[in-house]
Nanobody
Framework: QVQFVESGGGLVHPGGSLTVSCSAS????????MGWYRQAPGKERELIAT????????KYRAPMKGRVTISRDNAKNTASLQMDGLTPEDTAVYYC?????????????????WGQGTRVTGSS
């Protein structure tokens, strides 16, 4: 079955950096775009960034645009998100998934299943 396992979260001081990673399985990874989402306490899950199936194209959304870099390794079925300039407002659970669309800003999961996510806490 389709699975996403996120890792790498933690506590980050203001202005700090962190890279979160994801291992995907159960589908043909090289045929799907990948994306990173986050869900802050009391808020809906939002899409942060997507990368196309080959890794040649990436699209970033506010509010993390300019502070994150998405990447993927098709040989290992993994995706990563490097985050810089973190603030307390970036506190959230971060999820990876295969979005239904590389382009749409509100793209849902192509498979309708989610991993546990990895928690990032920006200290004040």
């Amino acid at each position: 079955q389709v699975q996403f396992v996120e890792s790498g979260g933690g506590l980050v001081h203001p202005g700090g950096s962190l890279t979160v990673s994801c291992s995907a399985s159960g589908f043909l990874f090289t045929q799907y775009a990948m994306g990173w989402y986050r869900q802050a306490p009391g808020k809906e899950r939002e899409l942060i960034a997507t990368i196309n199936h080959s890794g040649a194209l990436a699209k970033y959304r506010a509010p993390m645009k300019g502070r994150v870099t998405i990447s993927r390794d098709n040989a290992k079925n993994t995706a990563s998100l490097q985050m810089d300039g973190l603030t307390p407002e970036d506190t959230a659970v971060y999820y990876c998934n295969a979005p239904s669309s590389y382009f749409a800003d509100d793209a849902a999961s192509a498979f309708g299943t989610w991993g546990q996510g990895t928690r990032v806490t920006g200290s004040s």
